[in-house]
């Protein structure tokens, strides 16, 4: 926003950057199930419709080519991630296609973070947020 000299005042629409072919940033929801009943939490609600279930291997590998053009890429939705058996190979198998700058990363109530896990997390799939 800028005056002009009679006080008008000019008005200019910001910026917006030219979508790209692919999503900057991809939200994998692992599984759907959870260790906890929080209160809050859209999934206890009576109505919410959200079943019990994980995403299939082969789910995750038909979302392989959206990797090399990605920035983040987060391995959750409503449900808590280490319950999938496969989260730490989905994560490994991620970083391989990720671009070197990408993230990948959960979040987690952390109830199953055990040591061994998070060995496992930190030294073979090396993912770069928790
Ligand atoms: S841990 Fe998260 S997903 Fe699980 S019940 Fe609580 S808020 Fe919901």
Not at 61 to 88: C, R, T, V
Request: glycine share 6%; aromatic share 6%; proline share 7%.
């Amino acid at each position: 926003m800028e005056l002009s000299e009679n006080k008008e005042i000019i008005v200019s629409e910001p910026e917006t950057p030219a979508p790209g072919r692919f999503p900057s940033k991809l939200f994998v929801e692992t599984t759907t199930r959870c260790n906890l009943r929080c209160r809050m939490c859209v999934k206890q609600s009576r109505e919410n419709g959200i079943t019990d279930g994980d995403i299939s291997g082969e789910t995750f590998e038909a979302l392989k080519p959206e990797f090399p053009h990605l920035e983040a890429l987060m391995l959750n939705g409503i449900g808590e991630p280490l319950l999938h058996p496969e989260l730490e190979y989905f994560i490994a198998a991620a970083k391989k296609d990720l671009p070197d700058t990408a993230w990948v990363g959960f979040q987690s109530n952390g109830r199953l973070l055990d040591a061994a896990r998070s060995a496992c997390m930190i030294i073979r799939s090396a993912a770069t947020a928790i």
